[in-house]
């Protein structure tokens, strides 16, 4: 099993849709969560770090589950710009090493 | 805002060629890490370094080795290049909350 799945995707949503990412992790030993986004031929960037209590960036909310392993993404009213590839990415607990999912495609159709 | 820079964007080397990728960061971070991109495979960490002169393998290691003979560099060495090494490589910097990733460099070896 990899260390961490994501939805397969593509997401092709309209504009102002509502959208949801699933991402799980096997190690329950991990300690940080992030989401990154990347952009075609361009590299991953922080989009948001995701705490317990899940918090909220504008549009884009994401949640942790440490029970079931589980973090999620949710983006509102989304742009065209919101189009990329989402990164779940989970720390473990000892290092700097840091674990990426394979991505979720997210395209947003005017 | 830290800078992470990779010495070439796009990398053309014939089979059997020693490559070398720089990577540059600015901002006095201990943990350096190189990464490759392939489509289905998502990011597969090849070495990194927690600092000077130290270095640690990733889950891709062979094939490849690294150098750091100073804090800001960090040298991705493919000691014989060949074509399944043909990849988007990409080296980054971490802080306590997440990565920096520079621009990438696209190989391809013929």
Known sequence: RKE???????????????????????????QSFFWYR????????????VYSSGNEDGRFTAQL?????????????????????????????YGQNFVFGPGTRLSVLP | DVKVTQSSRYLVKRTG????????????????????????????????SYDVKMKEKGDI???????????????????SA??????MYLCASSFSYGYTFGSGTRLTVV
């Open chain 2, 17 to 48: 060629e020693k490559v070398f990728l720089e990577c540059v960061q600015d901002m006095d971070h201990e943990n350096m890490f190189w990464y490759r991109q392939d489509p289905g495979l998502g990011l597969r960490l090849i070495y990194f």
């Open chain 1, 4 to 30: 961490v799945e994501q939805d397969p995707g593509p997401f092709n949503v309209p504009e102002g849709a509502t959208v949801a990412f699933n991402c799980t992790y096997s190690n329950s030993a991990s």
């Open chain 1, 38 to 49: 990347q952009d075609c031929r361009k590299e991953p960037k922080l989009l948001m770090s």
């Open chain 1, 65 to 93: 589950n440490r029970a079931s392993q589980y973090i999620s993404l949710l983006i509102r009213d989304s742009k065209l710009s919101d189009s990329a590839t989402y990164l779940c990415v989970v720390k473990k607990n």
């Open chain 2, 61 to 79: 290691p062979e094939g490849y080795s690294v150098s750091r003979e100073k804090k800001e560099r960090f040298s991705l060495i493919l000691e």
């Open chain 2, 82 to 87: 060949s074509t399944n090494q043909t990849s």
